[in-house]
């Protein structure tokens, strides 16, 4: 791990924070909690660019511009015994997607597998958070968002779909799961946000302007992305000849699965700002299938085969100078195990906006970096 210089902050005491924040805004408590806990899983993955960062602009934020509602109202449209569709009503997306997996879990352990679609959704955090709950209860989880429209596809310039990221985690004998979470593209807006926040660029090749040219300043990146005057790539980047056609395919199956299933809205419709180019709702689409090994050949059999493929792959030939091979979610299983008792570490910007929240409520909080 890199030597970190930003002041950590103990996870019960920014949890309570956070949460208190939040029911400032009339968010319910039992919300509060999963919505904050989805956050900090993040932080404590190593994904800072979906936890604290994205606390005040994501959520608080968009309470104050109206695109965010505080009270989800989880309404289903539709149910079978394997199958749900699930309304969010515009309120908090972790809130009903944590609704969600319970009832698939459940069906999921009476059928062997279960789907579910949410529409008129909001920003629901690292979509590995909900693959892990199933994960949690022996089974192979897979999820998937669209988002607001910022990747053009190959041979485009115009931002038309979302960086649609995609998760599986599945159970392994060993003391994490195989848990794969990404974007369909090369950079999350998150991650440009936080280059932003830290003021620094970001690398060439993964923006591309009206014109076919690059970008790497993230501050102007952000406001031209927002102006629709340039687009993230796809995996793969720009044309076909690095294959950048898979990462556009496969962000449109994202895109397709999360709209379609549910009747949702879809790319432009997502933009956030109505035909006047006023602030509207963000009605995302969320979706989330869970399998249970059990209906197969076992789940000790998975874990073992799973966990064998993993342990294969680690031992492979590495290229020379490499430290080693890892499987997906390793990196963020060992940042988690290396944070846990160290707390979220937390940028000069993020101190100053956390005590201004503090200040607003007049919360009785009191942050080790102030000392």
């Not at 794969?180 to 660029?201: H, L, M, Q, V």
Request: charged fraction near 25%; hydrophobic fraction near 35%; aromatic fraction near 12%.
């Amino acid at each position: 791990m890199t030597e970190e210089t930003r002041p950590y902050v103990p996870w019960d005491l920014i949890a309570d924070f956070m949460v208190d924040v939040f029911k400032a805004y009339g968010v319910p408590e039992e919300d509060a909690r999963i919505c904050v806990d989805v956050l900090l899983e993040s932080d404590r993955r190593g994904i800072e660019s979906h936890g604290c960062n994205r606390f005040k602009p994501f959520y608080i934020d968009r309470f104050k511009n109206g695109t965010l509602l505080p009270v989800t109202n989880c309404e289903i449209v539709k149910e079978t015994p394997t199958t749900v569709v699930m309304n969010a009503n515009n309120g908090m997306g972790m809130v009903a997607s944590y609704r969600m997996m319970e009832r698939l879990i459940e069906k999921a352990g009476v059928y062997g597998m279960a789907g579910g679609t949410i529409f008129n959704s909001t920003h629901y955090g690292i979509a590995g958070y909900w693959t892990t709950m199933a994960e949690k209860a022996g089974m192979i989880g897979i999820s998937g968002t669209n988002t607001r429209p910022s990747v053009a596809p190959t041979f485009g310039v115009e931002p038309m779909l979302g960086t649609n990221p995609i998760s599986f985690t599945m159970p392994t004998d060993e003391e994490f799961p195989f848990n794969f979470d990404c974007s369909t593209s090369t950079i999350t807006n998150g991650k440009i946000e936080f280059y932003a926040r830290s003021g620094k660029p970001i690398p060439a090749g993964l923006i591309v302007t009206r014109d076919g040219e690059t970008m790497t300043d993230s501050a102007v990146i952000l406001r031209e992305m927002r102006a629709g005057n340039c687009a993230q790539l796809p995996i793969g980047g720009l044309g076909e000849e690095t294959g950048g056609y898979k990462g556009y395919g496969l962000s449109a199956v994202v895109e397709i699965l999360s709209a379609a299933l549910a009747g949702g809205p879809y790319m432009k419709a997502l933009s956030g700002k109505d035909a006047d180019g006023n602030t509207t709702m963000y009605r995302l689409g969320h979706f989330f299938f869970v399998i249970n090994p059990e209906f197969f050949m076992g789940l000790d059999t998975f874990r073992d085969t799973t966990g064998n493929i993993c342990r294969d792959l680690r031992a492979s030939a590495k290229v020379p100078g490499a430290e080693r091979i890892y499987t997906a979610g390793e990196k963020e299983w060992l940042f988690s195990q290396y944070r846990k008792d160290k707390g979220v570490p937390l940028g000069e910007s993020i101190q100053r906006e956390f005590i201004a929240m503090r200040n607003e409520f007049g919360l009785d909080y009191r942050f080790p970096f102030e000392e």
